[in-house]
């Protein structure tokens, strides 16, 4: 190599360190907030699933202390106390509240679970729970129509969430004295894959009850 070349590749690789260090004075800051970023959220994810967990431990101690209650009044109240920290927290203690309640107050619990039901900000699961159990408890404040209009958007559902909607409507068509449709939802009922066998023992009762027949359970073949 020439002394020529040797000083232009010198002075190339000056001008190359020369920009090198033009961009790091430029944009160097852009690399230090993206690393003060990736560490500050990590940190502040780990300082969420802490909160969260406290969050989560606290509603737990505040739940089994309001259970603890010896009276059932105070159990209610205590559970009705409990600052929930979110929907789904908000929602299982109103379930535990109307639990307390049924007895005592079916009204009042009733109530509470229809505004659980009707709650857009709770999840589907505990607004379907809290229908079924409304349109179910004795002394209920819905009317057969309420309840059959509620338990209908239910049965047009799938799995066993439906059956049960099922199971309810076949106790409102027996209210009403019409012994066939009840009969027909209830061996419908025995008939479907996705039955429990406490739901095939309620639903088998009834019918038994209601003076229908069951159908044969097939026999083994060898």
């Known amino acids: 190599m020439s002394q020529t070349d040797s000083f232009i590749e010198e ?6 360190r020369d920009r090198l260090f033009a961009l790091m004075k430029r944009y160097g800051w852009i690399a230090v907030l993206l690393v003060i970023l990736i560490v500050g959220g990590a940190a502040w994810n780990e300082w969420r699933k802490a909160q969260e967990r ?17 009276d059932e009044a105070a159990r209610g109240e205590a559970l009705a106390a409990i600052d929930a920290p979110n929907a789904g927290a908000r929602a299982l203690v109103d379930l535990l509240v109307a ?61 066993l969430t439906r059956l049960l909607a099922e199971e309810q409507l076949a106790y409102l068509d027996a209210e009403a004295g019409d012994t ?37 359970q097939p026999t083994a073949t060898e």
């Open 11 to 16: 002075v190339t690789e000056e001008v190359r």
């Open 54 to 70: 406290s969050a989560a431990q606290a509603l737990g101690d505040s739940m089994l202390d309001a259970l603890q209650q010896t």
């Open 99 to 159: 639990a307390e309640l049924a007895e005592t107050d079916p009204g009042a619990a009733s109530e509470r679970l229809i505004a659980l039901a009707d709650n857009a900000d709770a999840a589907t699961v505990y607004r379907q729970i809290a229908t079924l159990k409304a349109v179910s408890l004795p002394g209920t404040v819905l009317s057969a129509e309420e309840r059959r209009t509620r338990l209908d958007g239910l049965a047009l559902g799938q799995g």
């Open 180 to 216: 066939e449709a009840a009969l027909t939802r209830l061996l419908a009922i025995l008939e479907d894959e996705a039955v429990t066998a406490a739901l095939r023992r309620r639903a088998s009762q009834v019918i038994v009850a209601l003076g229908g027949e069951l159908p044969e």
